[in-house]
């Protein structure tokens, strides 16, 4: 089992950055990393992903806007958001996934808003 912790979430102006972290109790070398994102009333969707092998996709909203990495060294994930709207706004989890497992972090709030 691998605890999940993000941080780096916030309140932004529209058009502005900000970058989440997920630090993982142990190593994620093996993982599929994700961050998903789950707005008020609305389900909780995947923003992006990046394999063991660096190999990366994204929601077609957030494509060109954010970016996700991950140190394996470190045993963190990231996900950098550039040029965020206010639909962007959500609490962002992390996942880390192996097999038929899945482990969520405790969620990061994301607010964009003038």
């Known amino acids: 089992q691998v605890q999940l912790v993000e941080s780096g979430g916030g309140l932004v102006q529209p058009g502005g950055s900000l970058r989440l972290s997920c630090a993982a109790s142990?190593?994620?070398?093996?993982?599929?990393m994700g961050w998903y994102r789950q707005a008020p009333g609305k389900e909780r969707e995947q923003v992006a992903a990046?394999?063991?092998?660096?190999?990366?996709n994204y929601a077609d909203s957030v494509k060109g806007r954010f970016t996700i990495s991950r140190d394996n060294a470190k045993n963190t994930v990231y996900l950098q958001m550039n040029n965020l709207k206010p639909e962007d706004t959500a609490v962002y989890y992390c996942?880390?996934?192996?097999?038929?497992?899945?482990?969520w972090g405790q969620g990061t709030q994301v607010t964009v808003s003038s």
């Open positions: 996942s880390a996934d192996r097999g038929s497992f899945r482990f």
């Open positions: 142990s190593s994620i070398f093996t993982y599929r």
């Open positions: 990046i394999s063991m092998y660096g190999i990366t």
